[in-house]
């Protein structure tokens, strides 16, 4: 995981995600898949620690308002919340550990990733940002995983 410099060539694999920006900051994180109602309301409750370039990437079937909340959830995390092209919609940082007032996503959500807090300030994901997995839609994409 690296700002402002280029990573090595993004290889669509289901437990990676790549970030990338107009400004030219660049990110990877290896992460979990929630995407059915038990996983994505499991979440990373209940977790001491996560590591430095992990996060949970919460997958839905179609774009809806979604809220978040920090129920359980002992570590501080950023909340990437993504429409259905994968592009970066509304970023929430540093949501308090156990804290169980909602955190609103927005309209149109389908993706949401966690990671640890300050994380994407500090590697520049903001408004705009694209993201690439091969859980988008390649017809939809911002930034499609390139045909294999």
């Known amino acids: 995981m690296c700002s402002g410099a280029a990573l090595a060539e993004p290889v669509c694999t289901p437990g990676a995600v790549y970030f990338r920006s107009d400004m030219g900051a660049q990110a990877r994180f290896s992460v979990e898949i929630a995407d059915d109602a038990a996983e994505r309301e499991q979440g990373l409750m ?4 996560m590591a430095r370039s992990a996060g949970m990437l919460f997958v839905y079937p179609a774009p809806k308002s979604v ?3 920090m129920k359980n959830t002992l570590i501080p995390l950023d909340m ?6 994968g592009q970066v919609t509304r970023v ?6 156990l804290d169980e007032t909602g955190i609103p996503g927005g309209d ?6 966690e990671i ?5 300030k500090m590697l520049g994901i903001d408004l705009g940002a694209e993201m690439l997995s091969p859980v988008l839609d390649p017809a939809l ?8």
Not at 108 to 113: A, D, I, K, M, S
């Open 116 to 120: 640890n807090g300050g994380m994407a």
């Open 67 to 69: 809220a978040f909340w």
């Open 46 to 49: 209940n977790r001491d620690t």
């Open 80 to 85: 990437i919340f993504l429409d259905q092209a």
């Open 92 to 97: 929430h940082s540093m949501a308090a550990p």
């Open 141 to 148: 994409a911002k930034w499609p995983c390139p045909l294999q």
């Open 108 to 113: 149109g959500v389908q993706y949401v990733l």
